[in-house]
């Protein structure tokens, strides 16, 4: 692509931001906008100037004071809902050219991390991949990952993402009983030194188990990955045609 069809693809919204509107043809993704360090006022004129050119988006890790004034706007008309509790917001409209066909597995050791799972989770239902989740299942009761994992294999899934906070063991484990590949996500679950996930991460770096891993709390770059798995698959409706897109 020369520089000036990369330019003339850019969606410019005043002088703060230029939307990359062609990444979904391009690798198959749509941008994720990222809420956090923008302005209610910025993230609002994105939205705004997507939703107008016909673009669909999703936000990540909104703040109180920006889902506020999203409330306020889908009151006046921008066709916004949040998902995931709250993490994310989807404006409504296409992210790509056709949804995703796969099925991911999504495990998480405790209860708290079940916020950052739910966040990986709504990332790929918008994108149109299967999701199946075991929650609860940490490495402190193995004979509930063994019962779990047992269930999640009959899915078949292509990928697991495995979050884990404390000492970040339970991707390791689940690497070494499962087919497919493992994506560990270290979670800011935990207590004193190395309790925000810096010794999930250095754990999970270190597994004797053939893993990936990705940046603490990292839910929707992992989400990504995961779904890049299955780009070049386009969804097949009945008698072999395309399915549409979500919006």
Do not use: W
């Not at 009983?177 to 991460?201: D, F, K, N, Q």
């Amino acid at each position: 692509m020369t520089a000036r069809r990369a330019r003339g693809r850019e969606l410019r919204v005043r002088a703060y931001a230029r939307l990359d509107r062609d990444r979904a043809r391009r690798i198959g993704l749509p941008e994720v906008v990222l809420a956090e360090g923008k302005s209610s006022e910025q993230l609002l004129g994105i939205l705004r100037a997507l939703s107008a050119g016909g673009h669909g988006a999703l936000v990540s890790r909104p703040t109180s004071e920006q889902r506020k004034a999203l409330a306020v706007a889908r009151r006046a008309g921008l066709a916004v809902r949040e998902l995931a509790g709250g993490r994310l917001v989807r404006l409504r409209g296409p992210l790509g050219p056709v949804p995703l066909v796969g099925t991911v597995a999504i495990v998480a050791a405790g209860t708290s991390d079940v916020a950052l799972a739910e966040e990986a989770r709504a990332v790929l239902v918008e994108l149109g991949v299967r999701v199946v989740r075991a929650y609860d299942v940490g490495v402190a009761g193995l004979h509930r990952l063994l019962r779990a994992l047992d269930e999640l294999e009959r899915h078949r899934p292509s990928i697991y993402l495995v979050f884990a906070g404390r000492e970040g063991a339970l991707p390791t484990v689940v690497s070494g009983l499962v087919r497919s590949p493992v994506v560990g996500v270290p979670t800011s679950v935990g207590y004193g030194r190395g309790g925000s996930g810096e010794a999930a991460l250095l754990a999970m770096l270190q597994s004797c188990a053939p893993i990936g891993v990705v940046n603490i709390d990292a839910a929707v770059p992992a989400a990504l990955f995961a779904a890049h798995h299955f780009v070049g698959r386009p969804a097949r409706g009945t008698r072999g045609r395309p399915r549409r897109a979500r919006s």
